[in-house]
Protein backbone atom coordinates (compact mmCIF):
# COMPACT_ATOMS: atom_id res chain seq x y z
CA UNK A 1 0.00 0.00 0.00
CA UNK A 2 1.85 3.10 -0.97
CA UNK A 3 -0.16 5.31 1.89
CA UNK A 4 1.35 2.90 4.14
CA UNK A 5 4.89 3.27 2.61
CA UNK A 6 4.30 6.68 2.77
CA UNK A 7 4.19 6.97 6.27
CA UNK A 8 7.06 4.80 7.07
CA UNK A 9 9.31 7.15 4.63
CA UNK A 10 8.25 10.45 6.26
CA UNK A 11 8.63 9.01 9.55
CA UNK A 12 12.26 7.92 8.65
CA UNK A 13 12.88 11.34 7.36
CA UNK A 14 11.76 12.93 10.52
CA UNK A 15 13.81 10.69 13.13
CA UNK A 16 17.08 11.48 10.16
CA UNK A 17 16.42 14.91 10.21
CA UNK A 18 17.06 15.49 14.34
CA UNK A 19 19.81 12.69 14.09
CA UNK A 20 21.61 14.72 11.61
CA UNK A 21 20.64 18.16 14.13
CA UNK A 22 22.24 15.89 17.04
CA UNK A 23 25.27 14.33 15.14
CA UNK A 24 26.20 18.01 13.62
CA UNK A 25 26.25 19.26 17.10
CA UNK A 26 28.70 16.53 18.25
CA UNK A 27 30.69 17.51 15.00
CA UNK A 28 31.07 20.48 15.78
CA UNK A 29 32.45 20.21 19.25
CA UNK A 30 34.81 17.82 18.47
CA UNK A 31 36.76 19.82 15.88
CA UNK A 32 37.82 22.78 18.25
CA UNK A 33 40.59 19.59 20.07
CA UNK A 34 41.36 18.23 16.27
CA UNK A 35 42.48 21.33 15.37
CA UNK A 36 44.51 22.42 18.87
CA UNK A 37 45.72 19.19 19.00
CA UNK A 38 47.47 19.47 15.49
CA UNK A 39 49.24 22.38 16.28
CA UNK A 40 51.11 21.54 19.64
CA UNK A 41 52.05 17.96 17.45
CA UNK A 42 53.57 20.14 15.11
CA UNK A 43 55.27 21.93 17.28
CA UNK A 44 56.98 19.16 19.02
CA UNK A 45 57.54 17.37 15.79
CA UNK A 46 59.61 20.69 14.74
CA UNK A 47 61.27 20.54 18.33
CA UNK A 48 62.23 16.53 17.08
CA UNK A 49 63.60 17.26 13.68
CA UNK A 50 65.63 19.65 14.85
CA UNK A 51 66.79 17.46 17.58
CA UNK A 52 67.87 14.71 14.82
CA UNK A 53 65.03 12.56 16.43
CA UNK A 54 63.13 10.07 14.54
CA UNK A 55 59.38 8.60 15.83
CA UNK A 56 57.64 5.39 14.76
CA UNK A 57 54.66 7.15 13.87
CA UNK A 58 55.99 9.73 11.11
CA UNK A 59 58.24 7.32 9.53
CA UNK A 60 56.87 4.37 7.26
CA UNK A 61 57.65 1.05 8.19
CA UNK A 62 59.33 -0.90 4.89
CA UNK A 63 56.03 -3.03 4.77
CA UNK A 64 54.15 -3.07 1.02
CA UNK A 65 50.88 -3.92 2.79
CA UNK A 66 48.82 -1.16 3.44
CA UNK A 67 45.91 -0.96 5.90
CA UNK A 68 42.11 0.04 5.27
CA UNK A 69 40.03 1.38 7.71
CA UNK A 70 36.39 1.58 5.70
CA UNK A 71 33.59 4.14 7.77
CA UNK A 72 30.19 2.19 6.51
CA UNK A 73 26.77 2.08 7.79
CA UNK A 74 24.80 -1.11 9.44
CA UNK A 75 21.66 -0.20 7.53
CA UNK A 76 20.49 0.70 4.39
CA UNK A 77 17.81 3.23 3.03
CA UNK A 78 20.15 6.01 2.77
CA UNK A 79 21.04 6.69 -1.27
CA UNK A 80 23.98 6.31 -2.03
CA UNK A 81 26.02 6.39 0.73
CA UNK A 82 26.62 2.60 1.06
CA UNK A 83 27.43 2.11 -2.19
CA UNK A 84 29.94 4.74 -2.54
CA UNK A 85 32.07 4.20 -0.05
CA UNK A 86 32.65 0.76 -0.98
CA UNK A 87 33.17 1.13 -4.63
CA UNK A 88 36.07 3.63 -3.26
CA UNK A 89 37.28 0.71 -0.70
CA UNK A 90 37.44 -1.63 -3.81
CA UNK A 91 39.29 0.47 -6.22
CA UNK A 92 41.58 1.14 -3.26
CA UNK A 93 42.24 -2.64 -2.76
CA UNK A 94 42.88 -3.60 -6.57
CA UNK A 95 45.13 -0.40 -6.86
CA UNK A 96 47.71 -1.88 -3.88
CA UNK A 97 46.91 -5.55 -3.97
CA UNK A 98 47.98 -6.22 -0.55
CA UNK A 99 45.71 -4.69 1.90
CA UNK A 100 44.63 -5.50 5.48
CA UNK A 101 40.96 -4.08 5.67
CA UNK A 102 39.20 -2.48 9.14
CA UNK A 103 35.53 -2.96 8.37
CA UNK A 104 32.92 -0.24 9.93
CA UNK A 105 29.80 -1.25 9.41
CA UNK A 106 27.49 -4.06 8.83
CA UNK A 107 27.63 -2.91 4.86
CA UNK A 108 31.07 -2.96 4.18
CA UNK A 109 31.19 -6.55 5.94
CA UNK A 110 28.45 -8.43 3.82
CA UNK A 111 30.59 -6.56 0.91
CA UNK A 112 33.92 -7.67 1.30
CA UNK A 113 33.23 -10.90 3.47
CA UNK A 114 33.23 -13.44 0.06
CA UNK A 115 36.22 -11.18 -1.36
CA UNK A 116 39.81 -11.74 -1.84
CA UNK A 117 41.44 -9.53 0.73
CA UNK A 118 42.40 -10.31 5.06
CA UNK A 119 39.97 -8.66 7.08
CA UNK A 120 42.19 -7.94 10.16
CA UNK A 121 38.78 -6.20 12.57
CA UNK A 122 35.23 -5.33 11.78
CA UNK A 123 33.13 -3.11 14.02
CA UNK A 124 29.58 -3.84 13.65
CA UNK A 125 26.86 -1.79 15.11
CA UNK A 126 29.29 0.57 16.59
CA UNK A 127 28.43 4.01 14.82
CA UNK A 128 24.80 4.63 15.89
CA UNK A 129 26.45 6.92 18.71
CA UNK A 130 29.70 7.27 17.66
CA UNK A 131 31.87 7.81 21.40
CA UNK A 132 35.49 7.84 22.42
CA UNK A 133 35.43 4.25 23.24
CA UNK A 134 34.65 2.76 19.74
CA UNK A 135 37.34 5.53 18.53
CA UNK A 136 40.15 4.01 21.30
CA UNK A 137 39.14 0.39 20.07
CA UNK A 138 39.66 1.38 16.15
CA UNK A 139 42.96 3.23 17.25
CA UNK A 140 43.72 0.12 19.12
CA UNK A 141 44.09 -1.99 15.80
CA UNK A 142 45.48 0.51 13.96
CA UNK A 143 48.59 1.06 15.78
CA UNK A 144 48.38 -3.23 16.34
CA UNK A 145 48.73 -3.21 12.55
CA UNK A 146 50.77 -0.28 11.79
CA UNK A 147 53.64 -1.86 14.13
CA UNK A 148 53.50 -5.08 13.14
CA UNK A 149 52.00 -5.83 9.25
CA UNK A 150 51.44 -2.46 7.21
CA UNK A 151 53.01 -0.20 5.70
CA UNK A 152 50.64 2.78 5.57
CA UNK A 153 46.84 3.03 6.75
CA UNK A 154 44.21 4.41 5.18
CA UNK A 155 40.65 5.40 5.80
CA UNK A 156 37.57 5.58 3.44
CA UNK A 157 34.71 7.54 4.37
CA UNK A 158 31.73 10.10 3.96
CA UNK A 159 33.12 13.44 4.78
CA UNK A 160 30.53 16.04 6.33
CA UNK A 161 30.83 19.62 4.90
CA UNK A 162 26.37 20.66 5.45
CA UNK A 163 23.28 19.37 5.14
CA UNK A 164 23.28 19.53 1.79
CA UNK A 165 26.90 18.41 0.94
CA UNK A 166 28.65 15.49 1.75
CA UNK A 167 32.11 14.33 -0.12
CA UNK A 168 33.88 10.38 -0.41
CA UNK A 169 37.12 10.66 1.36
CA UNK A 170 39.99 8.94 1.08
CA UNK A 171 43.04 10.06 3.74
CA UNK A 172 46.01 8.57 4.92
CA UNK A 173 46.42 8.04 8.90
CA UNK A 174 50.41 6.83 9.26
CA UNK A 175 52.42 7.51 8.74
CA UNK A 176 51.49 10.41 10.27
CA UNK A 177 52.67 13.91 7.97
CA UNK A 178 52.59 16.63 9.99
CA UNK A 179 54.57 20.17 8.99
CA UNK A 180 57.48 21.37 9.81
CA UNK A 181 57.53 24.99 11.46
CA UNK A 182 59.82 27.53 12.75
CA UNK A 183 62.33 27.48 15.55
CA UNK A 184 61.09 27.44 19.18
CA UNK A 185 62.56 26.90 22.08
CA UNK A 186 60.47 24.38 24.25
CA UNK A 187 61.03 23.82 27.83
CA UNK A 188 59.44 19.54 28.14
CA UNK A 189 58.86 17.30 30.66
CA UNK A 190 58.54 14.34 30.01
CA UNK A 191 61.09 14.05 27.51
CA UNK A 192 60.14 14.66 24.03
CA UNK A 193 59.99 11.17 22.46
CA UNK A 194 57.40 10.34 25.28
CA UNK A 195 55.36 13.64 25.04
CA UNK A 196 55.38 13.00 21.07
CA UNK A 197 54.34 9.89 21.40
CA UNK A 198 51.59 10.45 24.01
CA UNK A 199 50.04 13.88 21.56
CA UNK A 200 50.45 12.04 18.49
CA UNK A 201 48.32 8.83 20.04
CA UNK A 202 45.94 11.64 21.19
CA UNK A 203 45.33 13.20 18.13
CA UNK A 204 44.96 10.30 16.44
CA UNK A 205 42.47 9.24 18.83
CA UNK A 206 40.30 12.72 18.19
CA UNK A 207 40.57 12.13 14.60
CA UNK A 208 39.36 9.07 14.33
CA UNK A 209 36.48 10.17 16.50
CA UNK A 210 35.95 12.90 14.29
CA UNK A 211 35.82 10.55 11.05
CA UNK A 212 33.42 8.46 13.64
CA UNK A 213 31.06 11.46 13.87
CA UNK A 214 31.66 13.16 9.92
CA UNK A 215 30.56 9.82 8.78
CA UNK A 216 27.71 9.20 11.15
CA UNK A 217 26.41 13.05 10.15
CA UNK A 218 26.44 12.31 6.35
CA UNK A 219 24.90 8.80 6.75
CA UNK A 220 21.81 10.70 8.05
CA UNK A 221 21.78 13.73 5.96
CA UNK A 222 21.98 11.39 2.87
CA UNK A 223 19.05 9.49 4.46
CA UNK A 224 17.27 12.21 5.30
CA UNK A 225 17.30 13.44 1.47
CA UNK A 226 16.69 9.89 0.12
CA UNK A 227 13.23 9.46 2.49
CA UNK A 228 12.66 13.14 1.14
CA UNK A 229 12.67 11.92 -2.08
CA UNK A 230 10.32 9.02 -1.40
CA UNK A 231 8.17 10.50 0.42
CA UNK A 232 7.78 13.27 -2.86
CA UNK A 233 7.72 10.00 -5.29
CA UNK A 234 5.08 8.78 -2.87
CA UNK A 235 2.64 11.45 -2.83
CA UNK A 236 3.25 11.98 -6.76
CA UNK A 237 2.11 8.33 -7.17
CA UNK A 238 -0.79 8.54 -5.01
CA UNK A 239 -1.87 11.74 -6.69
CA UNK A 240 -1.84 9.75 -10.19
CA UNK A 241 -3.27 6.80 -8.60
CA UNK A 242 -6.39 8.94 -7.28
CA UNK A 243 -6.47 10.43 -10.29
CA UNK A 244 -6.74 7.16 -12.27
CA UNK A 245 -9.34 5.68 -9.83
CA UNK A 246 -11.49 8.43 -10.06
CA UNK A 247 -11.63 8.43 -14.08
CA UNK A 248 -12.52 4.88 -13.92
CA UNK A 249 -14.97 5.27 -11.10
CA UNK A 250 -16.56 8.13 -13.37
CA UNK A 251 -16.45 5.52 -15.86
CA UNK A 252 -18.33 3.15 -14.49
CA UNK A 253 -20.87 4.99 -12.76
CA UNK A 254 -21.55 6.31 -16.56
CA UNK A 255 -21.77 2.67 -17.93
CA UNK A 256 -24.09 2.14 -15.11
CA UNK A 257 -25.76 4.81 -15.67
CA UNK A 258 -26.48 4.30 -19.41
CA UNK A 259 -27.36 0.51 -18.51
CA UNK A 260 -30.40 2.25 -16.60
CA UNK A 261 -31.10 5.15 -19.40
CA UNK A 262 -30.90 2.45 -22.02
CA UNK A 263 -33.18 -0.86 -19.58
CA UNK A 264 -35.44 3.01 -18.87
CA UNK A 265 -36.22 3.47 -22.47
CA UNK A 266 -36.75 -0.35 -23.47
CA UNK A 267 -39.31 -0.51 -20.45
CA UNK A 268 -40.82 2.85 -22.15
CA UNK A 269 -40.57 1.03 -25.71
CA UNK A 270 -42.34 -1.88 -24.65
CA UNK A 271 -45.87 -0.73 -23.22
Known amino acids: NVRHVRQITKAMYAIAATQVIQRKRALWAARPFGEESAKALARLWTAAVQQGLEHPLFTSPDLPTKALLVVNADRGLCGRYVGDINRAALRFCQQHGEVRLLLGGEKAYRFFRAR ?156
Do not use: C
Open 116 to 271: PWIISATYLRLYERPSLEHAERILADVLRLYRQQVGEVWVVYMHFRGELVQRLKLEKLLPLEVPVGSTEELILEPALPQLLTHVAQLHLLGRIFTILLSAKASEQAIRRQTMKAATDNADELLEKLTLLYNKARQHAITAELADIMGGAEALREGR
